[in-house]
């Protein structure tokens, strides 16, 4: 009877069981697709407009009663800075009482508001608060100017302060900042007439 010669072990792996190779290119593609699985996630994360709390949702800012309360003097022409909107947000008649110097107090303007966005549409800057001297938003980048109701007065800015569409619900106000409502053309200013080379300003 012929016996076959044994030589040891036979390498590679058993029948059933991954070879070593097989088993690190699984770990590397199982890898891979964790990393583009993340990739892809973070970049939809980031591309995603954050509509809820940022620019482009709605905001609730309060009663008349709620913003006096935190700017009393609002009620007297000062506009309130809303930051969350990137507005001010202008208590109409006030504000014209302000300007005109009867320093009439409007507790409640009720729909006569307006949310002016901050962003200025000359070059988009940031506008300042009022100027106390003019009474005017005038913007320090290149000097445009805006009466309190955002209407354009100087500079090379191409029409008057955007602004967000306004709601008021039960008293309480609310902005939408989903669209931007251009300001309104030049020239066509019906407020504060007063010479822009006669009165102090803080922007040059
Ligand atoms: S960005 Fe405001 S005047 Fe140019």
Redesign the pocket.
């Known amino acids: 009877m012929t016996h076959l010669p044994t030589y040891g072990e036979v390498p590679g792996a058993p029948v059933g069981e991954m070879s070593r190779r097989s088993f690190m290119r699984r770990i590397f593609w199982v890898g891979a697709g964790i990393l583009s699985i993340e990739f892809l996630a973070g970049t939809l994360n980031f591309l995603w407009p954050n509509v809820r709390s940022g620019l482009g949702g709605k905001f609730t800012i309060g009663t008349a009663a709620d913003i006096a309360s935190t700017q009393p003097t609002w009620t007297q022409g000062q506009p309130f800075g809303f930051s969350k909107a990137r507005v001010f947000f202008i208590n109409v008649p006030a504000s014209e009482a302000l300007v005109g110097g009867s320093n009439e107090t409007v507790a409640d303007p009720g729909a006569n508001v307006l949310a002016l966005y901050r962003k200025?549409?000359?070059?988009?800057?940031n506008?300042p608060p009022l100027c106390d001297k003019s009474h005017w938003f005038e913007?320090?980048?290149?000097?445009?100017k805006y009466n309190i109701i955002g209407e354009k007065r100087a500079?090379?800015?191409p029409r008057g302060m955007d602004r967000f569409a306004v709601t008021v619900t039960d008293g309480v106000y609310g902005i939408d900042t989903s669209a931007i409502v251009a300001g309104p053309p030049i020239g066509t200013a019906t407020f504060d007439p007063r010479d822009t080379t006669t009165i102090p300003h803080c922007a040059a």
């Open positions: 200025c549409p000359h070059l988009g800057c506008i913007c320090l980048c290149h000097g445009s500079g090379p800015a």
